[in-house]
């Protein structure tokens, strides 16, 4: 059993800069593959970006390429997002997910494990 635990949220300006955190439990982290979703008001949750447990291949929605990064630390059982140059479209509860493989989690196939959230809110 995995616990996934999201931090970092917050207000921010447009333009501004968040990173996320997502903390998760448990010995088996780096056999997991992690990714990031969102859920704006009123719409579906959707795919930001995933990344392998060993870290070394990605895959970005391409509405966040460039201004978004993933990455994570093993020994800290921690996965990141840093977010720049933030737009009010961004705003949104930000999921973390573990899963098998990162191309799955892309495709939201294989997602063992979800976060509870964490909000992100960016004014104009």
């Known amino acids: 059993q995995v616990q996934l635990v999201e931090s970092g949220g917050g207000l921010v300006q447009a333009g501004g800069s968040l990173r996320l955190s997502c903390a998760a439990s448990g010995r088996t982290f780096s056999r997991y593959a992690m990714g990031w979703f969102r859920q704006a008001p009123g719409k579906e949750r959707e795919f930001v970006v995933a990344?392998?447990?060993?870290?070394?291949?990605?895959y970005y929605a391409d509405s966040e390429k460039g201004r978004f990064t993933i990455s994570r630390d093993n020994a800290k059982n921690t996965v990141y997002l840093q977010m720049n140059s933030l737009k009010p479209e961004d705003t949104a509860v930000y999921y973390c997910?573990?899963?098998?493989?990162?191309?799955?989690?892309?495709?939201?196939?294989?997602?063992?494990?979800w976060g509870k959230g964490t909000l992100v809110t960016v004014s104009s």
């Open positions: 997910a573990a899963g098998s493989t990162a191309q799955g989690i892309q495709m939201k196939r294989g997602i063992d494990y």
């Open positions: 990344i392998t447990g060993s870290g070394g291949i990605t």
